[in-house]
């Protein structure tokens, strides 16, 4: 089972050319807490009116955490959006929260992501070193390896990309030492487009897409994302295209994906049939 494991979004916030004092600034970032009760009901429903001061991620210059629920949020007066990062263990709250609210936090991804982490963990004895034998896409030339007392991590594709993967698996004594993670890491565009097939198609679904862009060659790699996926459709492929084909693939698809799968529409075939092809 794939699971979300980092995402990262931004929010406007009220912006001024001049600097604003504590308490104006402060206000601005509390109305972005408030729109996000109307973007991520089901989240906001386990936070916590009281944000703690923690260390901003770059370039950001302020950050406050959620204690309840561990999602971050970053600001900085000279900018006109705020960062909201979900970490491991915020992505693991969401997971306990269920699946409405990790829906609400792809469908915005979808719209303004910059990271998107997705995880898999596999049983397995083979070592990392067996993997990157075995090799990739010959299309990737970036990799590296790191061996420490705490475990292996293999890096392939370079982190400055869209997207690149972290394999790694603990030594033992550790809890996890069982098992071989691989984590794709995609940023902007590709965040964003992966967030919509997580968001339509299930995380697990977006994670087979990813991997088929790196085509695995391990035989354990190769069995743990069988199966039918979804090509990934980004801004920069989007533009070559009709705009009408776009809107239809951004906008109406996944609403369409969404009606069938809570039974709105109980036959899919049937409804374009009578309401899109008319008498074609």
């Known amino acids: 089972m794939a699971i979300i494991d980092w995402v990262a979004f931004t929010l406007p916030i009220a912006h001024s050319e001049k600097q604003p004092g504590e308490h104006a600034f402060m206000q601005r970032v509390i109305a972005v807490v408030a729109n996000m009760q109307d973007l991520f009901p089901t989240v906001m429903q386990y936070a916590t009116d009281d944000l703690t001061v923690c260390t901003p991620q770059r370039p950001y210059r302020r950050a406050w955490t959620c204690p309840a629920t561990g999602w971050r949020i970053n600001a900085d007066w000279k900018r006109k959006e705020v960062l909201i990062v979900f970490n491991g263990s915020a992505c693991e709250m969401l997971r306990k929260m269920g699946g409405d609210a990790l829906n609400e936090v792809l469908k915005q991804t ?3 992501g910059t990271r998107l982490d997705i995880a898999t963990d596999i049983p397995t004895t083979e070592l990392i070193k067996g ?3 075995a090799g990739w896409s010959k299309r990737i030339k970036s990799t590296s390896f790191i061996s420490s007392t705490k475990g292996d991590t293999l890096y392939i594709g370079s982190r400055s990309s869209g997207v690149f993967a972290r394999v790694y698996r603990y030594s033992p004594p550790h809890p996890r030492s069982h098992l071989m993670r691989v984590e794709h890491e995609m940023k902007k565009q590709q965040a964003r487009a992966v967030a919509t097939l997580a968001w339509v198609h299930g995380v697990d679904e977006a994670q087979r897409s990813v991997a088929a862009k790196f085509a695995y060659k391990h035989p354990v790699l190769v069995k743990a994302f069988s199966g039918n996926s ?6 920069r492929h989007e533009r070559t295209m009709a705009a009408t084909e776009v809107w239809l693939m951004t906008q109406c698809a996944p609403a369409f994906q ?5 039974g709105v529409i109980s036959d899919p075939a049937e409804w374009i049939k009578r309401y899109m092809l008319g008498d074609l």
């Open 230 to 235: 979804h090509p990934i459709v980004t801004e």
């Open 258 to 262: 969404r009606l069938v799968r809570e």
């Open 131 to 133: 993997i990157e034998a």
């Open 110 to 112: 979808a719209e303004t």
